[in-house]
């Protein structure tokens, strides 16, 4: 049933392609586990061991404080729909700043989200699938358009200060860096 592998095949890379929602997972040694659904075409592949996926802006920012304490990151996607499967990467992750050298290289190959606040990039070590038998299908109807409407009418500014007041501490009282790395 479940099966490992050192890269991504382009298999792999093709269900990655295919799917709506993928799920993150963290913690650093002593905090909580946080585990986030994603979606709104915000990952990219860029080989058969690197994805990154761009961070949007929400009502906390786990990921981030997590990643700089311990870098372990899980991504996990799953098939609502055709041949069952479950598709785990499991890699070592760092936090792109706006500030960051690197978001002026891989920014650019995103598509454009007005609430952007961070980039994490994957380094996969593992991949792995399993038979995702007991996932229930579900069908896609549409991505939500509410947090684009909301970052869009906050605007630069408006977003900042959200930051400062929600995203800068993680649940456990660690540090994302956030206005630090994006002002």
């Given at each position: 049933m479940?099966k490992?592998y050192e890269a991504?095949s382009e ?5 990655i392609a295919?799917q709506?929602?993928?799920?993150v997972?963290?913690?650093t ?8 659904p994603k ?6 592949v860029?080989?058969?061991n690197?994805?990154a ?8 920012n786990?990921?981030?404080?997590h990643?700089q304490?311990n870098?372990r990151m899980?991504i996990?996607?799953?098939a ?8 785990r990467l ?9 500030n960051?050298?690197?978001w002026?290289?891989?920014?650019p190959l995103f598509k454009p989200?007005?609430d952007?606040?961070?980039i994490?990039?994957l ?5 792995q699938?399993?038979c995702?038998m ?6 896609y109807?549409g ?6 409407d909301?970052?869009t009418k ?7 200060r959200?930051?400062?007041e ?10 994302t860096?956030?206005?630090a790395k994006?002002?």
């Amino acid at each position: 049933m479940g099966k490992r592998y050192e890269a991504l095949s382009e298999k792999h890379m093709q269900f990655i392609a295919e799917q709506k929602i993928f799920f993150v997972g963290t913690a650093t040694a002593d905090s909580r586990v946080n585990v986030s659904p994603k979606g709104m075409d915000s990952l990219l592949v860029l080989g058969g061991n690197r994805v990154a996926w761009l961070n949007v802006t929400g009502s906390g920012n786990e990921t981030s404080a997590h990643i700089q304490l311990n870098p372990r990151m899980t991504i996990m996607f799953c098939a609502f729909e055709g041949a069952p499967i479950i598709l785990r990467l499991y890699g070592t992750a760092k936090v792109i700043h706006k500030n960051d050298v690197a978001w002026d290289v891989l920014f650019p190959l995103f598509k454009p989200l007005a609430d952007a606040r961070q980039i994490f990039d994957l380094a996969i070590d593992l991949v792995q699938t399993s038979c995702g038998m007991a996932v229930p299908y579900f069908a896609y109807d549409g991505d939500r358009e509410l947090l684009k409407d909301w970052a869009t009418k906050q605007g630069d500014d408006g977003l900042k200060r959200y930051w400062v007041e929600k995203n800068q501490i993680s649940l456990d009282n660690m540090p994302t860096n956030i206005m630090a790395k994006n002002v």
